[in-house]
């Protein structure tokens, strides 16, 4: 009992916040609330088939197969998958972080398990296809154009910035979960 | 595209089940303590969207990047965005409201790139599997490449 308030502390804490926000600025504190029972109800609707397959891609699919096509050696192939899966993907940036813990359980390179990241964060299909028709195909595909370079660069930066040791502790820690 | 996440996710769950019953059990369960153990996280993530959205709502943003703001204007808009997290089907039609209300194109550029990239309230999950450091300068590097993609794209559209 006691652990498990120390794990919700913090949500406990904000959502005494959220109270205190009522009390004082009802409509505030209310308009608070509502979007976060409409953010409640889209985490309910869109994360539990991640959760799914990623539980699916832990059992079945061996780590020899992910070193294979994304590890260390796996070049540019291991890229454009990143690229691809990320892209694919649908949901919010908070989902793509427990996948990618398992693609490092799995032995994913860690400049893939980056761009894997960006492309979740940024280059979504069905993203993209709103975008363009809200603010135009140009538009769309400039932001398209810029990222794909932007996010190389980015995983590239970090992962060459980042010290062998504190990735080990990272991978060892993703292999937790 | 939720639909089709979970029509995949049920017929490979059902091959799955076909091909081994216990292994698809052992999967499951994975997939419920994955959950479980980011869940207090999560939860933290969805209240601060609330609060977050209540005060900088559409109408404060508009004020914030509204015509002829600048680069001022692109600065606010680079922050809002990274400090938000709105989902994107009411981002876009915004951005497009906020460009006809008189927002210049590189605002906006800004705007979506670091709302995308950057995740300010995402930040207590993102730590708790990269860890503070690389927490920070990814959200850092992201926030200083859409300075970049706003630049190009005010280049690009406005020049068509």
Redesign the interface.
């Known amino acids: 009992m006691i652990k498990l308030l120390k794990r919700y502390k913090i949500f406990l804490l904000i959502l005494g916040a959220t109270l205190i926000l009522m009390l004082i600025n009802r409509p505030l504190g209310i308009k608070a609330l509502s979007v976060t029972v409409y953010s409640f109800k889209e985490m309910i609707l869109i994360i539990p088939p991640i959760f799914v397959l990623l539980g699916l891609l832990d059992i079945w699919i061996p780590r020899e197969t992910m070193m294979k096509y994304m590890g260390d050696n796996s070049g540019i192939k291991g890229i454009i998958l990143a690229f691809i899966i990320g892209s694919a993907a649908a949901g919010p940036l908070y989902g793509a972080f427990p996948v990618a813990a398992v693609f490092m359980k799995k032995g994913v390179k860690f400049s893939n398990v980056l761009i894997f990241i960006g492309a979740w964060s940024t280059t979504k299909v069905p993203m993209f296809l709103f975008e363009a028709s809200s603010l135009g195909l140009t538009f769309a595909l400039t932001r398209l154009f810029i990222n794909i370079p932007g996010i190389l660069i980015i995983a590239w930066i970090l992962s060459s910035m980042t010290k062998k040791e504190t990735i080990e502790t990272i991978y060892s820690n993703a292999s937790k979960f | 595209?939720?639909l089709?996440?979970?029509i995949?996710?049920l017929i490979?769950?059902i091959i799955?089940f076909t091909t081994n019953k216990i292994?698809?059990k052992?999967?499951?369960?994975?997939?419920?303590?994955?959950?479980e153990?980011?869940l207090?996280?999560?939860?933290?993530?969805?209240?601060?969207?609330?609060?977050l959205?209540?005060?900088i709502?559409p109408e404060l943003i508009a004020k914030l990047i509204g015509p002829s703001s600048g680069w001022f204007g692109v600065i606010i808009a680079a922050v809002v965005g990274a400090i938000t997290?709105i989902?994107?089907?009411i981002a876009?039609?915004t951005?497009?409201l906020l460009?006809d209300g008189g927002a210049g194109?590189m605002q906006?550029?800004a705007f979506?790139?670091t709302l995308?990239?950057v995740?300010v309230v995402?930040m207590?999950?993102?730590i708790?599997?990269?860890?503070k450091?690389?927490t920070i300068?990814?959200n850092l590097?992201?926030f200083a490449?859409s300075f970049?993609?706003a630049l190009?794209?005010g280049l690009?559209?406005t020049s068509?």
């Open positions: 595209m939720t089709t996440m979970y995949l996710t490979l769950l799955s292994k698809t052992k999967a499951l369960k994975k997939a419920w303590k994955a959950f153990h980011i207090p996280e999560f939860l933290v993530v969805i209240l601060l969207v609330g609060l959205l209540a005060i709502n997290l989902p994107g089907f876009f039609p951005a497009a460009l194109y906006i550029g979506i790139s995308m990239m995740g995402t207590p999950v993102e708790k599997y990269f860890g450091k690389l300068q990814r590097l992201a490449f970049v993609v190009i794209i690009v559209v068509i």
